[in-house]
């Protein structure tokens, strides 16, 4: 079955702009959880969305948002990008019912400059 | 092989050698723990996963070891090959939740 889709996968904005990302997990899964990942701090839980639902939220600013449709794909928003939001941005994909490994996509490269 | 800890965080071994890469997770209540691995470019991969009634599992050239007691898990690679060389994360989650936290991630450099 299809893994996990991630698009874009490189992207680079200005200052000030905002960026929208999109992810569309494996068929039949309802969870899409989203990470930040940079250099220094390794895998930052940033949301989750289970039945378009935000159901879990990590402790980033209000400038990162997300939202997910009744196909289980979900898009993550970031406005008012900063330098430091530059990043490797993961979605991971899960049944949502338990515990339970992810499948991760290969992830949106952003660059702010 | 070389044993480390996260705050070491690159492992380089040859071509054969047994790796073993460490991880102490910080949650006592974590019973769900999983490794991943990560290729330049590439998200997480699943490796490996173990649940706290087991202290040991086994797949295939990899084992995961779990010590409860001192909140340390391990992982161990079998005749390391060239193609293990990628960047490795534990992951912890249950206690509540199934959030995973995931460790800072420690690289593993296999040479010819």
């Known amino acids: 079955k299809a893994g996990v889709t991630q698009t874009p996968r490189y992207l680079i904005k200005t200052r000030g702009q905002q960026v929208t990302l999109s992810c569309s997990p494996i068929s039949g899964h309802r969870s899409v959880s989203w990470y930040q990942q940079t250099p220094g701090q390794g895998l930052q839980f940033l949301f989750e969305y289970f039945s378009e639902t935000q159901r879990n939220k990590g402790n980033f600013p209000g400038r990162f948002s997300g939202r997910q449709f009744s196909n289980s794909r979900s898009e993550m928003n970031v406005s008012t990008l900063e330098l430091g939001d530059s990043a490797l941005y993961l979605c991971?994909?899960?049944?949502?019912?338990?515990?339970?490994?992810?499948?991760f996509g290969s992830g949106t490269r952003l660059t702010v400059v | 092989g070389e044993s480390v800890g996260l705050h070491l965080p690159t492992l380089s071994v040859q071509e054969g050698d047994n790796s073993i890469i460490n991880c102490a997770y910080s949650?006592?209540?974590?019973?769900?723990f999983i490794w991943y691995k990560q290729e330049s470019g590439k998200g997480p991969q699943f490796i490996i996963d173990i649940r706290s009634n087991m202290d040991k599992r086994q797949g295939q050239r990899v084992t995961v070891l779990l010590n409860k007691t001192v909140k340390h898990l391990s992982l161990q690679i079998a005749a390391t090959q060239p193609g293990d060389s990628a960047v490795y994360f534990c992951a912890e989650s249950g206690g509540g939740s199934y959030i995973p936290t995931f460790g800072r991630g420690t690289s593993l450099i296999v040479h010819p």
């Open positions: 949650n006592s209540a974590s019973d769900y």
């Open positions: 991971a994909s899960s049944s949502g019912t338990g515990v339970e490994s992810y499948t």
